[in-house]
């Protein structure tokens, strides 16, 4: 199994995200020096199109291939097209190696402990995709969504009349990492949309989906919280 660490270098809300500094730290050496850890693992790549990026990958032991094509380095492409379109190449430089753990640059707050557990339940269960996965602190199906006229309407109106505790359970992507199959996640037009999705429910402390300015101070306090 091989690691492969998707890390573009324009990010637009947070400029040179998968680079900033965490704890004195570019928050992707944090995701590094920890994955360096994992004796399951056989490489640890990144994929960049930033030289920038790649020489402080490099220097926290991954290893970076030619740069990105520019046309999987823009705000386009989602995760189904690296993994049909620019992880083959990683695991051809593997020797063929089709086991993919998947990870987030920004996952920062994830122990050694963690990938292990997360590894021994992929093998055991051999599903097409585990997913880490935290619940939604209110279940989506009491969601409302704002119509053009301005007012809010049930997304989902035959729910809304139902006990939260007899209401399907529901999870979300954490936003950390994936193990899963190469070739067999190429058949599905979304990770989201495989057949066997199975997931790996991650604690609070752990989880952090860093999109915006607002989610980077959150993970800054998690931080700070298990560093102290």
């Given at each position: ?50 030289p920038e990026i790649a020489s402080i990958a490099t220097a926290h032991g991954a290893t970076c291939l030619e740069l990105r094509d520019p046309s999987l380095a823009t705000d386009a492409p989602g995760f189904i097209d690296l ?146």
């Open positions: 199994m091989f690691a492969y660490i998707p890390a573009r270098g324009g990010s637009r809300r947070i400029p040179k995200k998968n680079i900033k500094e965490l704890g004195g730290k570019p928050i992707v050496g944090h995701v590094l020096d920890t994955l360096a850890k994992l004796e399951f693992l056989d490489e640890i790549y990144l994929s960049t199109d930033d993994i049909r379109e620019d992880i083959p190449r990683f695991s051809e430089a593997s020797g063929g190696d089709q086991e993919v753990l998947f990870v987030l640059a920004t996952a920062a707050l994830v122990p050694a402990p963690l990938f292990e557990a997360a590894h021994a339940r992929y093998r055991e269960t051999d599903p097409d995709i585990l997913m880490s996965c935290e619940r939604y602190p209110t279940s989506p199906y009491w969601a409302l969504t704002e119509e053009p006229d301005g007012y809010l309407r049930a997304l989902f109106p035959d729910k809304v009349l139902i006990n939260s505790q007899d209401l399907p359970t529901t999870l979300a992507d954490a936003g950390l990492w994936y193990y899963f199959n190469l070739e067999r996640m190429k058949t599905f037009e979304s990770v989201k949309l495989a057949d066997q999705i199975l997931p790996f429910l991650v604690k609070d402390e752990y989880a952090c989906d860093v999109d915006t300015l607002e989610d980077w101070t959150e993970l800054q306090q998690k931080f700070d919280r298990l560093n102290t």
